[in-house]
């Protein structure tokens, strides 16, 4: 109990004396959020945030956290999980932060960014929380001729794109594997389509002089690990990141990025799995093989290179990098559980979207997938956005009932209707089902 009576104490102190008294892991689970939402306002130490409570600094040490408590207060706000900047997020843990949005929030054609979602392996740096661009700057080595160090300044000076780009989790469905498979519970949220406005990383490749021998990128961010992590890092292969659609992004929605979706700036690489698009971007590390960081390794971003069984676990030499997403839909309208009278018009809509494929059509039925209607389809505004339908269904019958969506891309192939299993539960996209009661 040496630190009490400082002056100034650190929150990892302070974590660090509830710990020494008892705490149970409840309670450190509930600190380490507190702590997180107070760094990410901004509270660099915990003497104000403890001044607060009307008596001495000192007291609150011994008295509460000298007995591996918290106060009820932190607790409390803790259970709730709320993200500054997200409200309605359905937030499946904070060290690091991690969250998604209900179908029926995500019916916008443009994803607001208070309504992205959040996957993040790390920590939020410093940087992003405080929107302090000083002294950032972006870095693209290895083979090239011209190794490059740019500042954001640099960035806005270039040729500026924006476009409304989709990026998902790779995750993203993992909740409706079954059996089920470690990793965050996602359902069908975690995916947006916001606008992105930067530079094309082709651009940025172009000025580098790319030697012959560059077949992959590796990406870096500022993002610090969780103990002895290292460092997250993605790559993709040449060809992927000098596409046109592939971007170096430092707006958001006509907007500086938001701290949690990457501030001051991110890659952006439409169409495969979120992971490929590094955010807090510092580094762009041009590799002659394929990138070989940690998370490029083993199951991580991986899937069997053939179908298996449900639970079985392959081969680590059969698992393969996960890139392109598949074909999939949403539907955003009903809500789930809609209450309708009979005789009222049954009425649906939502987004599909397909990878680096197109969406051909999408089908929706209102009795178990006996009879199906195709929904009228609305394009993209540009490669990599998603894709609108909607459909009137005719007149609710009572009972309970449920609408299905169904999706096809232009090489034929469809969602499925149960969802084919790997280890880590990547690609989910089994059709989405939405109940709907009618009289009852």
């Not at 920590?123 to 002294?135: I, S």
């Not at 009222?344 to 929706?364: C, F, M, Q, T, Y």
Request: charged share 25%.
């Amino acid at each position: 109990m040496d630190k009490i009576g400082k002056t100034e104490i650190s929150w990892d102190e302070l974590r660090g004396i509830t710990a020494e008294n008892g705490a149970t892991p409840q309670t450190l689970e509930a600190l380490d959020r507190h702590i997180s939402r107070r760094k990410f306002l901004g509270h660099t130490t915990a003497v104000a945030a403890l001044a607060g409570f009307g008596v001495g600094v000192e007291t609150l040490l011994q008295n509460v956290f000298g007995r591996g408590l918290i106060p009820s207060a932190w607790a409390a706000e803790a259970e709730k999980k709320v993200i500054l900047g997200k409200p309605d997020m359905k937030v499946y843990n904070d060290r690091p932060i991690n969250g998604e949005f209900a179908p029926h929030l995500l019916d916008d054609d443009v994803t607001p960014s208070q309504r992205h979602f959040v996957r993040n392996n790390g920590l939020v740096p410093d940087r992003a929380t405080n929107k302090d661009p000083q002294g950032w700057s972006l870095t693209i080595d290895g083979e090239v001729n011209r190794p490059l160090k740019l500042t954001l300044d640099d960035l806005r000076k270039m040729p500026a794109v924006t476009l409304p780009l989709l990026i998902e989790c790779g995750g993203n469905g993992r909740g409706n594997f079954e059996p089920s498979v470690r990793g965050n519970p996602w359902d069908r949220g975690a995916v947006g389509c916001s606008a992105w406005t930067g530079v094309r990383l082709r651009d940025v490749l172009k000025m580098a002089e790319l030697k012959s021998s560059a077949v992959y990128t590796g990406h870096y961010g500022e993002d610090p690990g969780l103990g002895n992590a290292a460092p997250f890092s993605r790559g993709v292969p040449i060809d992927k990141a000098m596409e046109e659609h592939t971007i170096i992004a430092y707006q958001m929605n006509g907007k500086d990025l938001e701290p949690l979706n990457g501030y001051p700036v991110r890659l952006v690489v439409p169409g495969w799995i979120g992971s490929c698009s590094q955010k807090w971007l510092s580094r762009i590390w041009i590799r002659d093989q394929v990138h070989d960081a940690s998370k490029m390794k083993g199951f991580s971003y991986r899937v069997p290179a053939y179908p298996v069984a449900p639970g079985s676990k392959p081969a680590e030499s059969d698992m393969v990098i996960a890139t392109s997403w598949v074909i999939k839909s949403m539907i955003t309208s009903p809500i789930a559980s809609t209450q309708l009278k009979p005789g009222e018009r049954i009425k649906a809509r939502g987004h599909a979207w397909a990878g680096d494929n197109k969406v051909s059509e999408v089908l929706l039925s209102v009795d178990y997938g006996t009879t199906w209607k195709r929904a009228t389809l609305r394009q993209p505004a540009n490669k990599y956005a998603w894709y609108g339908f909607e459909a009137d269904l005719g007149q609710a019958k009572k009972g309970y009932h449920e609408i299905w969506a169904r999706a096809f891309d232009d090489k034929g192939d469809a969602q499925p209707f149960r969802q084919p299993w790997n280890p880590r539960g990547y690609l989910g996209n089994v059709i989405h089902r939405v109940p709907i009661l009618v009289g009852v």
